[in-house]
């Protein structure tokens, strides 16, 4: 009977032990398995990208050792312009030496790009640590997507940790629960007001 006990415990805790290390390479390693950002943790909120971006603005502002120190604005631009290599653009830059009040051409596709994510940072008093996130608005608009990106020590500016990557299994779930108390719950509130 003890044999049959430590078999079945053994196979027990082998079959945990395998799983774990599986799920653990499997977060860790390869993340998702596309995208720019296979590692963050999302959450997605029930309005437009815009109510999110203000309910975290009046977050920071009630809340002000949540801004990220020697930081004035409450977001990071998004990355848009001119692509000035494209042929429409270099025309114009051509027509602009003989003209200088040519305007600007339409912004399409092929002469104009957009960042998709909006970078928002915020700011651990406690740990001195710098939150990276962003936000996007999904394909119906009245959803937006909210993702933890990384953690950064403000003191070195090299040590850029990403969620679900550089954590262990504990650290990384009391990281994300933190998150989700700190940011999450509280944009929620100021969204159901």
Request: glycine fraction near 4%.
């Amino acid at each position: 009977m003890k044999k049959k006990i430590i078999i079945w415990t053994s196979i027990f805790l082998g079959g945990f032990l395998l799983f774990f290390g599986c799920e653990e390479f499997l977060r860790r390693k390869i993340g998702g398995f596309a995208g720019s950002y296979p590692f963050a943790v999302t959450w997605d909120f029930n309005a437009t990208e815009r109510e999110v971006i203000n309910a975290i603005i009046e977050l920071k502002k009630e809340n002000p050792e949540l801004q990220p120190p020697n930081q004035i604005e409450y977001t990071i631009k998004r990355d848009t312009g001119y692509i000035w290599e494209s042929s429409e653009m270099k025309e114009y830059l051509e027509k602009l030496k003989i003209d200088s009040l040519t305007p600007l051409p339409p912004k399409t596709w092929n002469n104009y790009y957009h960042d998709y994510w909006l970078i928002i940072e915020f700011y651990y008093p406690d740990t001195k640590e710098i939150v990276r996130t962003w936000t996007r608005p999904d394909f119906d608009t009245t959803i937006t997507t909210f993702a933890f990106v990384s953690l950064k020590n403000i003191d070195n500016q090299f040590d850029n940790r990403l969620i679900n990557r550089d954590f262990g299994f504990f650290e990384n779930r009391k990281q994300i629960n933190k998150f989700k108390k700190t940011f999450v719950e509280k944009i929620n509130e100021k969204l159901a007001k």
